[in-house]
C-alpha cells in the first residue's frame, strides 16, 4: 500500500458520502479535508499520511439518523481518542465513550461500528502500517526490536492513559506547515509508538501480581465506574460487585490502575469537564453537577489542581486557541 488515500480512503469515504474539499484553514495544511454530503450528515474529515508508513486521521462531523458503517481496514495499528462519540463498534462490541483513548489492529475482519445520529464524532487517530512497525522499526533498532501489535492490543481501551490523550490532543490542534509539519508528525507517531510499548509493560507488570479472576473482576469495576463516574458509589457496594473485599479491592485497584478508585474516578470526571468546557456554554456550576460535584467550589478546587487553571481560564484560552486556528 503505497497511497493509503488512493489505495483504501478514497474509496471507502466515497462510498460513506464524504467528497474531497479545499483546504480547511481548521486543519493543518499538509491533510486532505473531506466533507460529509449535507443529506446523510454535516461536518469533515481530514486525513495526512505519510508515504506507505502512516497517517493521521481527525473526526468532526455528525450523521442525521443512526448508522452502521463498516470499513474492509487494511492491517494496521490504530489509536484513537475521542473527545465526543455516540455508538458502539460491533466487530467485536465495544462502547465508544468520550474521553477514552483505545486501539483497534485493522486487517483481521471488516470494522463495523455504529454511530448514533446527531451526536458530533470528534476524535483524533494514529493508524501506522506494516511498512512502519515491521520493517522500518526492525530495520533501526535491529536487536532492540519489539513488534508494537502485542502493545497496541494491551492498550485495548482505557480512560488511564494521560500522556497517551495529550499526546493526540496535541495532534489534533497542530497546524505546522511544509517541513517542519512532516517532522513533527513523525515525532508523534514515534513517541505514541514509545508510549504504547512502556504502557503495555506497565500492564503486564501489573497482571503478573494479579490472578485471571481479579484482573476479570477489576475490569468489571472499571467499566461500572466508567459508566457510573457522575454519581456516589460507596465502597462497600463496589466490593460487593467485584466479589472483593474492600481492602483487597483498593490494593488490587491501585496496582491495575496505578491509581486509587477515588484518582480514577477524578480523572474521569475531569477529562468530561475538559470537553464540556472547550464545546460548551453550559455554566460552571452545571458542569460541576454534570460530573458529580454538588458544590461548584468543590470541582473548581479539583479542577484546578487537575489542570492548573480555573475552570473559566481553561474554557478562555481553549476557546482563543480554536478562535486562532
Known sequence: MNDIINDFYKDELSKKGFVISPHDPAFCALGTTWQLSDQIGSGRYWIYHHQDMFDIKIHDFYLHEDSILTFDMPECLSI???????????????????????????GRQPYKILIHKKIPIRSVGIEIMPAYYKQYLKEKYGLDYENPAESFMAV???????????LLSQVMIYRGEGMSAKLFYESKVAEAVGMIVDYSKMQK????????????????ITSYLNDHYAHHTSLDQLSKIACMSKT?????FKKYHHLTITEYLQQRRMSQAEFMLANTDIPIYQIAASVGYHKASRFTELFKKSTGLLPNAYRKIVRNKKRDN
Open 80 to 106: 484513537t481518542k475521542y473527545e465526543s462519540i455516540s455508538g458502539e463498534e460491533l466487530t467485536p462490541y465495544r462502547r465508544l465513550e468520550a474521553g477514552a483513548v483505545q486501539t483497534f489492529i485493522g
Open 156 to 166: 485495548d481501551k482505557t480512560f488511564n492513559f494521560p500522556e497517551m490523550s495529550h
Open 205 to 220: 507488570d501489573c497482571q503478573e501480581k494479579l490472578s485471571s479472576f481479579d484482573i476479570k473482576q477489576l475490569e468489571t
Open 248 to 252: 483487597k479491592l483498593q490494593s488490587s
